[in-house]
Each structure stands twice: as C-alpha cells, then as structure tokens.
C-alpha cells in the first residue's frame, strides 16, 4: 500500500517555473516507478512524465519535453516535477501515481494515486 500526497502547486505567470512534490509513504517506495498526470477542466487526464524505480528511466509527454523534469529521491521517499517556462496551457490538476510495473504513459497501469494540486498559469 502506498499513499501520495502531492504538493507545490500554485498560481504563476506564463514563463515562470514551479515545483511539484510527491510524498509517499509506506517501506517499499523504491519498488514503484513513478508518474505524473494533468487533468485540465473538460479534458481527459494526460501523462505528463514517468520514472522507473531506479530513476535510470525516464519518460516525458512531447509538449513538456526540455521544460519539465522529473526526479525522484528514494531515500526520502519523494518525487518532484520541476516545472519551467510555463504555459497557460499548463494549467491542470496535476496528480501523481505509483505503479509496480513501468509502463508508464498508461493512466489505468498506476496503482496508486494521490489526491492531486492545482497549477494554474496566467498569460
């Protein structure tokens, strides 16, 4: 069992940068690769970036790719989203998840999720 709690999120003018942090919980962390999804108001919910348990595999959504990061930290149980050079269009919940496996653009593969925070970005 692994709980998620997302943090981070705000209200930023196009162009500026914010970074999303998910705590987990439970021994096992290490075991769970990693990925963040978007949910936009009226739209289905998009994968947005994947990490292996490792953290030696990575994936990125094109429309983020060279503006976003991710990156995880399995000695304190957390993995972040950098977020730079933000674009309205940006503006979503966004909601990480764990999964055993890693196939990580699949929304229906995650386990876990958590409750998800609000970015909203002003043009």
């Known amino acids: 069992q692994v709980q998620l709690v997302e943090s981070g999120g705000g209200l930023v003018q196009a162009g500026g940068s914010l970074r999303l942090s998910c705590a987990a919980s439970g021994r096992t962390f290490s075991r769970y690769a990693m990925g963040w999804f978007r949910q936009a108001p009226g739209k289905e919910r998009e994968f947005v970036a994947a990490?292996?348990?490792?953290?030696?595999?990575?994936y990125y959504v094109d429309s983020v790719k060279g503006r976003f990061t991710i990156s995880r930290d399995n000695a304190k149980n957390m993995v972040y989203l950098q977020m730079n050079s933000l674009k309205p269009e940006d503006t979503a919940v966004y909601y990480c998840?764990?999964?055993?496996?890693?196939?990580?653009?699949?929304?229906?593969?995650?386990?876990?999720w958590g409750q998800g925070t609000q970015v909203t970005v002003s043009s």
């Open positions: 998840a764990a999964q055993l496996d890693y196939i990580p653009g699949v929304a229906y593969e995650y386990d876990y």
């Open positions: 990490i292996s348990w490792s953290g030696g595999s990575i």
